[in-house]
């Protein structure tokens, strides 16, 4: 794939980067987000965090606030600035590295692939705006704002699939592979 438009990835191109990105990635799933809360002294089970489900309603969001207790919303609060929105700029940008690469060296020219990894990101942030205004709305819990939230959380679970179709695809299977 060559195209003007996309040189600005080539310079992560590289295994030195994709490698580190993926062991960022792996730390961050396996080590960071199982293990911060109970670091920080707060139960946050899996079903309690919205972000893993794949859509949920305005009875399951409250629910999972009154489970979670003042203590555990200000967690999900703090969590969802200060390690989830940081973190979906990090992998949205290194997945679309990450396709630009395949790409590139599979030699295909359809960069409109790359438009998942950033959908991914655009719906991972929307979801945690919302998750933060749900937050604050709580008990009192706008179901617009349940529904748009949880949209968006299945939007990108959506594109996270499409995404990963897409990599394990140009991976093992398209294209001719050419010298890097």
Known sequence: MKNKDFIFFDRFTTKKFLLFGLGVILFVNIILFPFLPKALGITISPENILDLKFGYNKTDVFNIFNNLREEGRQAYKF??????????????????????????????????????PFLIGLFDFLENIGILILLKQHPDLNVKMVFFTSLFTILKWSFALLTLISVLFLFFFYGKKTKN
Request: net charge neutral.
């Open 79 to 116: 969590f969802d600035l200060f390690v989830d929105m940081p973190y979906l700029i990090f992998y949205t940008f290194y997945y679309v590295v990450l396709m630009y690469y395949l790409l590139k060296m599979r030699n295909v020219n359809t960069p409109f692939l790359l438009i998942f």
